[in-house]
């Protein structure tokens, strides 16, 4: 009988063992809710992940997604999603199975996180909730097939794995790329908005800015002129008067005889000649120094260039991401490039 006692332990043993290993006895896969996914998007990944659940062998019967969907349009419950336990179980007990799993892929910015849980129709109980994130569209298939071995506990398939490594990198690539395009049409908008102002500021200073959006340099150049233009014409004005009177004092000095009265309109016309001159000096003065402030708007507006619109502002800033590789969340900063 003693003898008999290593075989019964060994007994015991595998037992355990393919009582662990046993396979779900029956299973179906409801259609995942999505925010951010066309329908037809998400009952392509719904039917990616049922195939690889197939592949698992960790049931011994899965029903199909054609036949859940004519269940449920014989119901006329096609339309629902399920999200909650009570709802799982109800359906699973439509489709006379055992295990029912519900799922969900929602888009939060560019950022896709998905979540599964595999729920007991006798119970309610979820027996296993697993969940990936994923940062771009173009790995979400690869992320679906390899949550399935993942909620069933097994070993993902190696081809999987180097799939989601391409995918990744194809991603990365992607983002590459519509970075440099971003810049390169940011450095287009850019010159294009420089030369619209600068030719509004060649027309009227303090237009491109204005346009722009920089108010304040607009009110300057556009007051710095201004007052230069109050400038000239007050000179010209003081010019203008000292050119009359000298032509009221000329006719006067040739016509007169008297010698007293010759040298008075002399000095009176020197000195009016001497005011003339200077005024005319002052224009002259006056004149360049609006060119040159003129000149200094033109270059201004076209190397100050727009100021970004508020739209563009609401892309910068901070965000909370999850960062799949480290498992945990991190703060982002970031600015738009257009």
Not at 87 to 116: P, T, Y
Not at 274 to 303: C, F, K, P, R, T
């Amino acid at each position: 009988m003693k003898s008999l006692l290593p075989f019964f332990y060994l007994f015991l043993i595998f037992s355990n063992i393919n009582a662990q290993d046993k396979p779900y006895n029956t299973m179906a896969v409801l259609v995942f809710e999505s925010e951010g996914l066309g329908e037809l998007d998400r009952d392509s990944l719904t039917n990616k992940f049922t195939v690889e659940l197939k592949k698992t062998q960790s049931a011994r019967a899965i029903v199909s997604q054609e036949v859940v969907k004519e269940i449920m349009d014989e119901r006329r419950l096609s339309d629902e999603v399920c999200t909650n336990e009570s709802c799982a179980m109800e359906r699973g007990k439509l489709l006379g199975v055992d295990h029912v799993i519900i799922g969900s892929i929602i888009k939060s910015q560019n950022w896709f996180s998905i979540e599964v849980e595999l729920i007991s129709v006798d119970t309610g109980s979820v027996d296993s909730r697993k969940s990936f994130y994923t940062g771009d569209p173009i790995g979400l298939g690869v992320e679906v097939g390899l949550l399935a071995w993942n909620l069933m506990n097994k070993i993902s398939p190696k081809h999987l794995v180097e799939e989601k490594a391409d995918k990744e990198l194809e991603a990365k690539l992607l983002a590459e790329q519509r970075a440099a395009e971003a810049a390169r049409e940011a450095r287009r908008r850019l010159r294009k908005a420089k030369l619209g102002a600068m030719l509004r500021s060649t027309v009227f200073p303090g237009w491109g800015q204005f346009k722009s959006g920089r108010k304040g340099w607009g009110w300057f150049w556009l007051g710095t002129e201004l007052a230069i233009g109050g400038a000239a014409y007050m000179t010209f004005t003081e010019y203008d008067k000292a050119y009359n009177e000298f032509e009221e004092i000329y006719p006067n000095y040739n016509a007169s005889t008297d010698h007293e009265e010759i040298a008075v309109l002399k000095a009176r016309a020197i000195k009016v000649l001497d005011e003339e001159s200077a005024a005319n000096d002052q224009l002259l003065m006056i004149a360049y120094a609006g060119g040159a402030v003129w000149v200094a708007n033109i270059i201004h507006a076209y190397v100050s260039g727009q100021i970004p619109e508020q739209s563009a502002a609401n892309k910068s800033g901070f965000h909370l991401v999850y960062n799949p590789e480290l498992k945990s969340p991190q703060l982002r900063f970031y600015i738009a490039l257009d």
